[in-house]
């Protein structure tokens, strides 16, 4: 897992409508990065609750990106035009970016989806794990307890727990 205090890495990425984002162009607020994709089912678990999630939490300062890393040539669900209908499903008011080459994931050593990076004001990782304990079909309500957690500690300028239990879902689709 990518160490606490690890700097923001570098990314320069399009979202589905050919938008292009920089880590930079993303303020200098608090920062979490969502690794997700369309056909997860992890994700499909807590995708409308995380869109709520994030324009809750956008009030207080902190700014939401979400990156599919998937291989969408063989993983379709995936592809740019199924991220658009997702946003509009879904609500999204944070940038979804394609992380066509994967290097992105393999700097954040991103492993499955949803997977949650915090990084506080400083741009440091603060935080890496789950949304919270809720899975498909384990009968938990989906309630973001732990990144509710992380980021309340981080926007009132403190250190979440450093007791952090990784996410839980479908493995990154690597291209081979």
């Not at 995380?50 to 592809?79: E, M, T």
């Not at 066509?100 to 050593?109: G, I, M, P, S, Y």
Request: proline share 7%.
């Amino acid at each position: 897992m990518l160490p606490l205090g690890t700097a923001l890495p570098d990314f320069t990425l399009v979202d589905g409508f050919g938008k292009q984002y920089t880590a930079n162009d993303l303020g200098k607020t608090p920062l979490l990065v969502a690794f997700i994709c369309n056909h997860c089912p992890y994700v499909k678990h807590i995708a409308e609750h995380f869109s709520q999630f994030a324009r809750h939490y956008r009030k207080f300062g902190l700014q939401v990106v979400a990156i599919n890393s998937n291989d969408y040539d063989r993983y379709p669900d995936d592809n740019p035009e199924k991220m658009r209908a997702e946003i509009a499903l879904r609500h999204y008011e944070f940038p979804y970016l394609i992380d066509e080459t994967q290097l992105v994931a393999k700097a954040f050593q991103a492993v499955c989806t949803p997977d949650f990076f915090l990084f506080d004001q400083q741009r440091t990782l603060a935080y890496r794990g789950q949304y919270d304990d809720s899975r498909p079909g384990n009968q938990i309500p989906v309630s973001g307890r732990d990144m509710r957690r992380a980021c309340d500690a981080v926007l009132a300028g403190s250190s979440p727990s450093e007791t952090q239990i990784p996410s839980i879902g479908c493995n990154i689709k690597w291209r081979d």
